[in-house]
Antibody, heavy 123, light 104 residues
Framework: EVQLVESGGGLVQPGRSLRLSCAAS????????MHWVRQAPGKGLEWVSG????????GYADSVKGRFTISRDNAKNSLYLQMNSLRAEDTALYYC????????????????WGQGTTVTVSS | DIQMTQSPSSLSASVGDRVTITCQAS??????LNWYQQKPGKAPKLLIY???NLETGVPSRFSGSGSGTDFTFTISSLQPEDIATYYC??????FGGGTKVEIK
């Protein structure tokens, strides 16, 4: 079964850091780009970051550029998101998603999604 | 940055109605446009990729068309299980604002 399972969310104070993980199974992980997408409570979807199959190309939304770092370990079938200098506006459900293609840009669509992990930034 | 305008933000239609949602890009994005369905409390689901390609397993009442700057998503005959919010996603992975579809 093709599956993505996120972990690492929680309650964190503004300015602190958090690292999200996504464990992939059921497909050849190193064949595909991967993404992080978030959804604030009651709001729409926001693409956060994408990484190509071999980590050769990476992109970020302007809202997180310079604060968040995406990475992957193909040997462990895992995707990560290091989030630093967290703000209240980063509060959201964070989804890990599999791209349809090798590259994250241009978009090819995201065909497999995890159930999400919740990040709450509050003092 | 490419701006994406999705409309309407919500709509109400009867079972069996044809439903149309549009997304307009601020510049030519070729056919790099995807459509997703999200039901409450669930992760998004890819329905259409590359503007008009139906994802495997998605019912044929869903379709997409367009290229360049103007794109259309259609449900040919609205079913009760189609109640959801629909999002377009363009070239650089940014999402439209969403369209909430309800039954009249």
């Amino acid at each position: 079964e093709v599956q993505l399972v996120e972990s690492g969310g929680g309650l964190v104070q503004p300015g602190r850091s958090l690292r999200l993980s996504c464990a992939a199974s059921g497909f050849t992980f190193d064949d595909y780009a991967m993404h992080w997408v978030r959804q604030a409570p009651g709001k729409g979807l926001e693409w956060v970051s994408g990484i190509s199959w071999n980590s050769g190309s990476i992109g970020y939304a302007d809202s997180v550029k310079g604060r968040f770092t995406i990475s992957r370990d193909n040997a462990k079938n895992s995707l990560y998101l290091q989030m630093n200098s967290l703000r209240a506006e980063d509060t959201a459900l964070y989804y890990c998603a599999k791209g349809l293609n090798h590259q994250w840009l241009p978009t090819g669509g995201m065909d497999v999604w995890g159930q999400g992990t919740t990040v709450t930034v509050s003092s | 940055d490419i701006q994406m305008t999705q409309s309407p933000s919500s709509l109400s239609a009867s079972v069996g109605d044809r439903v149309t949602i549009t997304c307009q890009a601020s510049q030519d994005i070729s056919n790099y446009l995807n459509w997703y369905q999200q039901k409450p409390g669930k992760a998004p689901k890819l329905l259409i990729y590359d503007a008009s390609n139906l994802e495997t397993g998605v019912p044929s009442r869903f379709s997409g068309s367009g290229s360049g700057t103007d794109f259309t998503f259609t449900i040919s005959s609205l079913q009760p299980e189609d109640i959801a919010t629909y999002y377009c996603q363009q070239y650089d992975n940014l999402f439209g604002g969403g369209t909430k579809v309800e039954i009249k």
